[in-house]
């Protein structure tokens, strides 16, 4: 069973940058497909972006198009190259990881990492 460990949140300030790393505990390339999630407090797990290197598919959600990146490295790591924050991308940002991509619902993905804090202030 795949662990995820997140690492590279923090405070912003709005229109910085941050970038969010993900090391998984074996190899991930060509294996998994990996995304990453967020949730702010009281709301649900929201899909951000995933990446499948089986298929050279990278995938954004609306809210995030243009200023985050999601990019693999051929081991095991997964980042998220986050530009032009603003306050409402202020949430907890998770890592995970499935082996067959069933959609972007939380639900279809099986390893979670435990997530890391993006606080962005205006």
């Known amino acids: 069973q795949v662990q995820l460990v997140e690492s590279g949140g923090g405070l912003v300030q709005a229109g910085g940058s941050l970038r969010l790393s993900c090391v998984a505990s074996?190899?991930?390339?060509?294996?998994?497909?990996m995304g990453w999630f967020r949730q702010a407090p009281g709301e649900e797990r929201k899909f951000v972006a995933y990446?499948?290197?089986?298929?050279?598919?990278r995938v954004y959600a609306d809210t995030v198009k243009g200023r985050f990146t999601i990019s693999t490295d051929n081991d095991n790591t997964v980042y998220l190259q986050m530009n032009s924050l603003k306050p409402e991308d202020t949430a907890v940002y998770y890592c995970?990881?499935?082996?067959?991509?069933?959609?972007?619902?939380?639900?279809?993905?099986?390893?979670w990492g435990q997530g890391t804090q993006v606080t962005v202030s205006s």
């Open positions: 995970a990881a499935t082996r067959q991509y069933k959609g972007r619902s939380a639900d279809n993905w099986n390893y």
């Open positions: 074996e190899r991930t390339f060509g294996t998994y497909v």
């Open positions: 990446s499948s290197t089986r298929s050279y598919t």
